[in-house]
């Protein structure tokens, strides 16, 4: 199902030649979009996007709320990788972004096709070297490190919301908590 919604975004946003600027024609049964003008095959994309759980020496865990987020949603940290980088440097670079807090070793999990419109999440535990938070205020309006037991007591006051259950985040926390997360309670 996702190959074919990564498949299909892409021809969507795909329609012309990033060459010459021709309208291109679908092949190979949609994996290739050609170019009837150039020649040129362009081929579906996918963006390495990277995601993290950020613990600190207390083992407690950093997460964020994103700016267009509803009240109370905490996650997280996530970004794209940038040209030239390598997924370990993007790790430390959205931390440091986003929260203002510098981490050291970086440890691949897992990873999880997210094909909105056609990103693959390489998702990581990453150890602090810092703990002052500043968020950008831009992408991240807040950012908290929460003990177990503050995330425990946030979920079942309804203070803080738990991230979206099919997302990487939420097996990234669950490793880091050890067991599922609680139930989420009522709206504070
Ligand atoms: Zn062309």
């Known amino acids: 199902m996702v190959h074919a919604v990564a498949l299909e975004n892409w021809q969507r946003l795909h329609r012309f030649c990033s060459r010459c600027g021709e309208r291109t024609v679908i092949a190979a049964a949609g994996h290739i979009r050609r170019c009837p003008a150039c020649g040129a095959e362009h081929y579906p994309r996918t963006d390495p996007a990277v995601i993290m759980l950020v613990t600190d020496e207390e083992d407690r ?12 949603r905490f996650s997280t940290l996530a970004g ?4 030239g980088e390598s997924i370990e440097q993007s790790v430390i670079r959205e931390v440091y972004e986003e929260a203002g807090v510098t981490v050291g070793e970086v440890e691949y999990v897992a990873s999880q096709p997210w094909p909105f419109p056609y990103s693959l999440m390489l ?3 990453a150890r602090a070297t810092s703990s002052e938070v500043s968020v950008d205020g831009e992408e991240i309006q807040e950012a908290r490190w929460f003990s177990r037991e503050d995330l425990r ?21 669950e490793l880091w908590y050890g067991k599922p997360l609680p139930k989420p309670g009522p709206p504070a």
């Open 61 to 72: 865990a950093l997460l964020g709320r994103q700016v267009h987020w509803p009240e109370g």
């Open 153 to 173: 007591a946030a979920f079942e006051s309804g203070e803080v919301l738990p991230p979206y259950g099919i997302s990487i985040a939420s097996r990234l926390i």
């Open 80 to 83: 794209f990788v940038e040209p």
């Open 123 to 125: 998702g990581f535990t």
